[in-house]
């Protein structure tokens, strides 16, 4: 893991949950971390945690967020070899109630931010010859009922991720997704805004449903980021789907 040395990793969304984990990781071996999400108390609290990890206040979903985050990232490191796009929106929303603004809300952070942010970010990876790594869903590539636009997103960033890769393998950059199935954080709760009891039900049926007869620990999920981002790894235009099986069930 020493191949991380130096390097500069920014992660959106990355003071809690899977964006954490992932952060401690490439942090421990040896890169340089910047976390971004819109709660300066909790980044700071994060970032006290490993010398190697900063932060920055930064909205995935504000389309003039993505070239301030980039150009800090920068400034700070002089350098930019990973670009986690972690940071994610979602609701259960039947498709009856959906209206405009929540369909966009989700869209904005899951596909636009991490479109504008990788535009941003290129001139800065082709030079370090870097590395994409998407957080995707097992829900991305399995039907879901009420999460028909969360879903949806999640397909694109899919197909995105695939897109890019043919696109941006001649400038050496590689773009790969870890496809992410039911995992133990504050998700349910404060991104889908559901309430203590709807949160547990959801949490029993989807032990129920997975075959390995558990949800997953964000560490799960983080060691294939941190995998896939390492620059000796022949992989590109991959999804890695970490989920227990649900995705098969």
Same mark, same amino acid.
């Given at each position: 893991?020493?191949?991380?040395?130096?390097? *500069?990793?920014?992660?959106?969304?990355?003071? =809690?949950? !899977?964006?954490?984990?992932?952060?401690?990781?490439?942090?421990?071996?040896?890169?340089?971390?910047?976390?971004?999400?819109?709660?300066?108390?909790?980044?700071?609290?994060?970032?006290?945690?490993?010398?190697? !990890?900063?932060?920055? +206040?930064?909205?995935?979903?504000?389309?003039? =967020?993505? *070239?301030?985050?980039?150009?800090?990232?920068?400034?700070?490191?002089?350098?930019?070899? +990973?670009?986690?796009?972690?940071?994610?929106?979602?609701?259960?929303?039947?498709?009856?109630?959906?209206?405009?603004?929540?369909?966009?809300?989700?869209?904005?952070?899951?596909?636009?931010?991490?479109?504008?942010?990788?535009?941003?970010?290129?001139?800065?990876?082709?030079?370090?010859?870097?590395?994409?790594?998407?957080?995707?869903?097992?829900?991305?590539?399995?039907?879901?009922?009420?999460?028909?636009?969360?879903?949806?997103?999640?397909?694109?960033?899919?197909?995105?991720?695939?897109?890019?890769?043919?696109?941006?393998?001649?400038?050496?950059?590689? +773009?790969?997704?870890?496809?992410?199935?039911?995992?133990?954080?504050?998700?349910?709760?404060?991104?889908?805004?559901?309430?203590?009891?709807?949160?547990?039900?959801?949490?029993?049926?989807?032990?129920?449903? !997975?075959?390995?007869?558990?949800?997953?620990?964000?560490?799960?999920?983080?060691?294939?980021?941190?995998?896939?981002?390492?620059?000796?790894?022949?992989?590109?235009?991959? !999804?890695?789907?970490?989920?227990?099986?649900?995705?098969?069930?």
């Amino acid at each position: 893991m020493s191949q991380f040395t130096d390097k *500069v990793v920014l992660i959106t969304g990355g003071a =809690d949950g !899977i964006g954490a984990a992932a952060a401690l990781r490439f942090a421990a071996a040896g890169a340089r971390v910047v976390v971004t999400g819109r709660r300066e108390n909790q980044l700071q609290a994060f970032a006290a945690s490993h010398a190697s !990890i900063n932060y920055l +206040v930064a909205d995935a979903g504000r389309p003039q =967020d993505a *070239v301030r985050t980039v150009e800090a990232v920068v400034g700070r490191h002089d350098r930019l070899d +990973v670009l986690v796009n972690n940071a994610g929106a979602a609701a259960v929303m039947p498709l009856s109630e959906a209206s405009y603004e929540q369909i966009m809300a989700i869209l904005s952070v899951n596909v636009v931010g991490p479109s504008l942010l990788a535009t941003a970010a290129l001139p800065y990876l082709a030079r370090q010859r870097g590395s994409i790594v998407n957080v995707s869903s097992t829900y991305g590539h399995k039907a879901g009922a009420n999460l028909s636009h969360y879903a949806s997103s999640k397909a694109a960033l899919e197909h995105m991720t695939r897109c890019w890769a043919l696109e941006l393998a001649p400038q050496g950059i590689r +773009v790969n997704a870890v496809a992410a199935g039911p995992t133990e954080t504050e998700f349910l709760a404060t991104r889908m805004g559901l309430t203590p009891a709807q949160v547990e039900s959801i949490k029993a049926s989807e032990r129920q449903q !997975i075959p390995l007869g558990r949800r997953g620990q964000p560490g799960d999920v983080a060691q294939w980021i941190v995998s896939l981002a390492a620059p000796d790894v022949w992989m590109t235009g991959q !999804i890695v789907t970490v989920d227990g099986g649900l995705n098969v069930a």
